[in-house]
Each structure stands twice: as structure tokens, then as C-alpha cells.
């Protein structure tokens, strides 16, 4: 299943059938990007080191809406720039039909990566991270891949890479996000019909 795309498009179909249980649109108008390294098994696929968190393994780059349900991730070796990881994925954005901004932090300047995200009609929106002291500061929307993260961490299978394919690795993450959003849904019909 992990494969053919399969635990990748039924969480997707998820995510954006919770927006629509939300009352929104069926596409965002935005959308958060951002990474978190992971340590890694030395049996994994790739490693890379981290030098700023200095975390061997590897990256994983999410994409989130506002409700911070996942709607893409790529897996690329730990010292990964966020430019080049977050790349593969606009054009599987812009096929599930997104247009709008893309909204990250510092990680996410440049020219070039700006004008790759403009070919696919996605506007990248830089916003500040944090304070000089390295605490986190929220800023708009964008502190919900931050949430995100904290969600996928709950799974301990997911907190260190032992896979020795990226994609049994990213299988995993989303049908952890696929649990997430349907014990959502499910909460919700459960509280419209008054059990």
C-alpha cells in the first residue's frame, strides 16, 4: 500500500474532508512548511548530521494547514536544506489543486526557490521564527506544523528511523496522521448526534 501511494492519499482525502467538517473550503489558501530532524538507526536508508541540532539521521519536511492535518512530507538525509527538501513537493501540491502561499520561516528564503514555488502558482511568505534568545515565538498560523510535530512525536515509532526505506518510513507517519484525523471525525459525528 505504502507504495502504490495509497496511505498517502487517504491521508490526504482525510485532511481535507476535516476542513470540510470545519466548515472551510476543500483547498487552503495556505499553507505551513517546516522540518524536524530525527536520529536514525545506522541500518537506515540515509543519514545525514544535522549540524545546528546535531542530530544524525535524517528530515522530515511536512506541509500542514491551518488545522495542522499533514497534506505532504519528503524524507531527505539530516542536512538537508529546507529549500531543497520542501521542493519535491510543489508540484504534488499543485496537484491536489493548492494555490496560495506557502508560509515558512527563514529557512525558506531565496530567489530560486520562490520562483520554483511561482511556477506552480504557490507564494512563499517569510515570517521570523523566533526571538534572538532561540525561544519559539507563535507568528500567525505558521506554529502549527510545530503542533504537528508534537503530534506524530506521541508515536514512539516514529521518534527514531530504523526503516531501511524511506518510503515503510513515511507509511508509517501517515497512518499515524490518518488515526489523528479520524478519531477527529469521529468525535465530531459523536458530538452532533449527542452521544
Known amino acids: 500500500w505504502t507504495r502504490l501511494g495509497l496511505w498517502r492519499r487517504l491521508g490526504q482525502r482525510l485532511a481535507l474532508d476535516w476542513r470540510l467538517a470545519c466548515g472551510d473550503e476543500l483547498l487552503p489558501s495556505a499553507v505551513v512548511a517546516d522540518s524536524r530532524s530525527l536520529r536514525s538507526a545506522p541500518t537506515a536508508w540515509v543519514r545525514g548530521i544535522d549540524g545546528g541540532k546535531l542530530v544524525k539521521g535524517v528530515k522530515l519536511f511536512a506541509v500542514c494547514d491551518k488545522h495542522?492535518?499533514?497534506?505532504?512530507?519528503?524524507?531527505?538525509?539530516?542536512?538537508?536544506?529546507?529549500?531543497?527538501?520542501?521542493?519535491?513537493?510543489?508540484?504534488?501540491?499543485?496537484?491536489?489543486?493548492?494555490?496560495?502561499?506557502?508560509?515558512?520561516?527563514?529557512?525558506?528564503?531565496?530567489?530560486?526557490?520562490?520562483?520554483?514555488?511561482?511556477?506552480?502558482?504557490?507564494?512563499?511568505?517569510?515570517?521570523?521564527?523566533?526571538?534572538?534568545?532561540g525561544r519559539f515565538l507563535p507568528n500567525g498560523i505558521r506554529w502549527v506544523v510545530e503542533r504537528l510535530f508534537a503530534w506524530l512525536s506521541r508515536y514512539r515509532r516514529l521518534n527514531i528511523v530504523y526503516d531501511r526505506a524511506a518510503d515503510l518510513f513515511a507509511g508509517h507517519i501517515w497512518i499515524a496522521m490518518i488515526s489523528i484525523i479520524a478519531r477527529r471525525l469521529v468525535a465530531q459525528a459523536q458530538a452532533q448526534q449527542g452521544v
Open 68 to 133: 495542522g492535518s499533514l497534506l505532504d512530507l519528503e524524507l531527505q538525509p539530516a542536512n538537508t536544506d529546507d529549500r531543497a527538501g520542501v521542493l519535491p513537493m510543489l508540484p504534488r501540491l499543485a496537484a491536489l489543486g493548492f494555490e496560495g502561499d506557502l508560509l515558512g520561516d527563514s529557512g525558506f528564503k531565496g530567489a530560486p526557490f520562490a520562483a520554483a514555488a511561482i511556477e506552480h502558482d504557490i507564494h512563499v511568505a517569510i515570517s521570523p521564527g523566533g526571538t534572538r534568545d
